[in-house]
């Protein structure tokens, strides 16, 4: 691997990061994961912030991006809002406003937090999105 740690990641140049994204397309991605990989080395001490909060402080990390992360990396139950989410809530909850608009999303961020709220699972920790 190139760049086998997030502190070698941290410690390379622009160049070298983006000679080894080359072909991959989606470059602005690889700018804020650079960008994102050097606040975390500089500014945290190298620990990656295990909540949704301390990862969308980070470079590039929106609110989706923050919970998959917390989700995945973390075990965390969180609230995740993608287009699948969107259809299905639209057809749960009547929303007859256009589901791409803007004004809509908070709606569908509300409504799937209720649903990773309370959920209990075997062993007592939260469990998102079951019915």
Not at 97 to 104: F, I, L
Request: charged share 30%.
């Amino acid at each position: 691997a190139k760049f086998p740690t997030l502190g070698d990641l941290a410690r390379a140049s622009e160049k070298e990061v983006d000679e080894a994204w080359t072909g991959l397309g989606y470059y602005r991605r690889c700018r804020m994961l650079h960008k994102a990989a050097r606040q975390v080395e500089q500014d945290l001490g190298g620990v990656i912030p295990s909540t949704v909060e301390g990862l969308k402080s980070l470079a590039g990390i929106g609110e989706y991006t923050a919970g998959a992360i917390a989700s995945i990396a973390f075990g965390l139950s969180v609230p995740l809002v993608d287009g699948n989410v969107i259809r299905l809530l639209s057809r749960l909850r009547c929303v007859g406003a256009d589901p791409r608009s803007s004004s809509v999303r908070p709606f569908f961020w509300k409504e799937e937090k209720k649903l990773v709220e309370g959920r209990e699972g075997e062993e007592g920790e939260k469990r998102g999105g079951c019915f």
